[in-house]
């Protein structure tokens, strides 16, 4: 017989409930090694304890399966619910993991139900999970399950999608994982860069390791903002809340999880405002493999080729700083065919695909 210990919010990095988050961050970390062969994407027990910790931003509840209620050295699932608290307030992200030996008896179920329970005795009716699956499959495949809106598709067959269909979720859409294998060869990144650089007058670039300078917090978090922008498909989602406090809240973070971050953005000459950034991200402890975070350029401000000037930018910056990163990683929509085109040229392949659920309560 299975139990599902509900385990309440992390006080700090050091809270005896500890073990719960670690347990259920070492599954999908086996998860993940399982799925792609690697472990770039897995997270440092640093790295989930520190996120583990509410924010001003966030509250998470978790909950875990155990075989013995009196043995906590064995998690065979675990769950969670994450609520934004400044916007988005009929929204709750839910997350779900079982280990492979114990899976279709239930308890993924069971774990998912006590999550969107706590969720709507919250006021949370709108719940959404994101689902890794490996590989890609055509739109036209007989496999095939295409988002509500937008482009795309995840394998029908996938644990994931039977799992997640089947308990009233709705495939609304579909994000490409892409890798890119450093170092971009010159004959690359040279001509694109020269060629985004010739369409940019007005504009220079700025770069920063780690913090935001003060001069630029504000704009940053601006453009923090501007990130609703990007393709939703048929996903409910609305602007999120930034400001400067906000902004270094996250930056501590951060850099308490063990991570560490290049950034670059784009400011308007005539203005002194930025107006579109890119950032890279990686562990610590991790030197081989890096993360592209967002990036984005405001309204009014795009068509110049900062998209590009700006990743080619933060791609040198990253040679000189992390010279021993060799793979970089990142999420776009299927349909957001503007920045899909930059990573492509760059020389980005597809590495797998990740499903974007929603359900309304």
Not at 137 to 162: K, M, W
């Amino acid at each position: 017989m299975v139990t599902i210990m509900e385990i309440p919010p992390l006080s700090d990095v050091d809270d005896a409930n500890g073990w719960a988050v670690l347990a259920e961050n070492a599954l999908w970390n086996d998860e993940l090694v399982s799925m792609l062969g690697y472990d770039d994407l897995n997270d440092s027990d640093t790295a989930a304890l520190r996120l583990a910790v509410p924010s001003s931003r966030t509250v998470r509840r978790r909950w875990v399966a155990l075989l013995d209620p009196d043995d906590r050295g064995i998690v065979v699932g675990a769950a969670n619910a994450t609520l934004p608290v400044r916007d988005n307030a009929d929204l709750a992200g839910v997350e779900v993991i079982v280990a492979p030996e114990h899976r279709r008896r239930g308890i993924g179920s069971a774990l998912l139900e006590r999550a969107e329970q706590w969720a709507g005795a919250e006021g949370r009716h709108t719940l959404q999970s994101w689902a890794t699956v490996p590989g890609m499959v055509a739109e036209d495949a007989p496999s095939a399950l295409r988002p509500t809106l937008g482009s795309g598709a995840v394998d029908l067959a996938a644990a994931s999608t039977l799992f997640m269909q089947a308990r009233g979720y709705s495939l609304e859409q579909v994000e490409v994982h892409s890798m890119l294998r450093l170092p971009v060869p010159p004959e690359v990144i040279d001509p694109l860069e020269a060629d985004a650089a010739a369409h940019a007058g007005g504009y220079r670039l700025v770069s920063w390791q780690g913090e935001c300078p003060a001069e630029y917090v504000d704009d940053y978090a601006t453009l923090r903002i501007a990130m609703v922008d990007a393709p939703l498909a048929g996903l409910t989602f609305e602007a999120e809340t930034w400001d400067a406090d906000s902004i270094r809240e996250v930056e501590q973070r951060v850099r308490q999880g063990g991570y560490l971050t290049l950034t670059t953005a784009a400011q308007h000459e005539a203005s002194g405002a930025l107006v579109g950034f890119t950032q890279l991200q990686r562990l610590a402890e991790r030197d081989g493999s890096a993360i592209q975070e967002d990036t984005v350029v405001i309204a009014g401000h795009r068509g110049h080729r900062l998209g590009m000037l700006l990743k080619t930018a933060n791609l040198r910056l990253l040679a000189s700083t992390w010279p021993a990163v060799r793979r970089i990683h990142t999420w776009n929509a299927d349909e957001n065919d503007y920045m899909r085109s930059i990573n492509i040229a760059l020389g980005f392949r597809p590495e797998s695909s990740e499903g974007a659920w929603q359900k309304r309560r």
